[in-house]
């Protein structure tokens, strides 16, 4: 199994500034890792997948890169609506794996 | 609009079985993979099995492998999942999760609003 882990567990940004989440896979996924966006009492929201491509609607102020095991996700611009928990998934291999989530709070 | 849908969450005994079911609409049911994803209150989330477009191909989670059967009937665009032998571990929010491109990555574009099964004595 392909273990995913994400870091910071948490994350506390004023409104403007830059965030950067990485997650790391114990084994090369190749482009294959997606984000996922929670909010409380939702279901998670793709954000990206193939590690770089937004998904339709997606703001540009998200991106994501990387490649092979460390990957990265980037807010340009924290918004208050960002407020969220992220999530990686790695499609590359079964059985599908997330990592365990960043927190991202707003200050 | 694509729409997926769970239903047949609850409470549970251990050892007892539950049915889930997703109601699927707005896409060509037949053409997508689809996954059931959990997620245990407070924690994070857990792929959980996945099955190819036709039913021939399914897959499982170690933690559900031997307990669990996914399922489809494409002419009623229905997904299910037979959850046996439940523990209390299996306690969570169950998503039905439809990927993003027929034949593509399990990247899941649309998701439900989740069921909640608990397992309790």
């Known amino acids: 199994e392909i273990v995913m882990t994400q870091s910071p567990a948490t994350l506390s940004v004023s409104p403007g500034e830059r965030v950067t989440l990485s997650c790391r896979a114990s084994q090369s996924v190749s482009s294959n890792l997606a984000w996922y966006q929670q909010k409380p009492g939702q279901a998670p929201r793709l954000l990206i997948y193939?590690?770089?491509t937004r998904a339709t609607g997606l703001p540009a102020r998200f991106s994501g890169s990387g490649s092979g095991t460390e990957f990265t996700l980037t807010i340009s611009s924290l918004q208050s609506e960002d407020s969220a928990v992220y999530y990686c998934q790695q499609c590359h291999d079964w059985p599908l794996t997330f990592g365990g989530g960043t927190n991202v709070e707003i200050k | 609009e694509v729409q997926v849908l769970e239903s047949g969450g609850g409470l549970v005994q251990p050892g007892g079985s539950l049915r889930l079911s997703c109601a699927a609409s707005?896409?060509?049911?037949?053409?997508?993979?689809m996954s059931w994803v959990r997620q245990a209150p407070g924690k994070g989330l857990e792929w959980v099995s996945a099955?190819?477009?036709?039913?021939?191909?399914?897959f499982y989670g170690d933690s559900v492998k031997g307990r669990f059967i996914i399922s489809r009937d494409n002419s009623k665009n229905t997904l299910s999942l037979q959850m046996n032998s439940l523990r209390a571990e299996d306690t969570a929010v169950y998503y039905c999760?439809?990927?993003?491109?027929?034949?593509?990555?399990?990247?899941?574009?649309?998701w439900g609003q989740g069921t909640l099964v608990t397992v309790s004595s």
């Open positions: 707005g896409f060509t049911f037949s053409s997508y993979a």
């Open positions: 099955i190819g477009g036709s039913g021939a191909a399914t």
């Open positions: 999760a439809k990927v993003l491109y027929s034949g593509g990555s399990q990247v899941f574009d649309n």
């Open positions: 193939g590690a770089s």
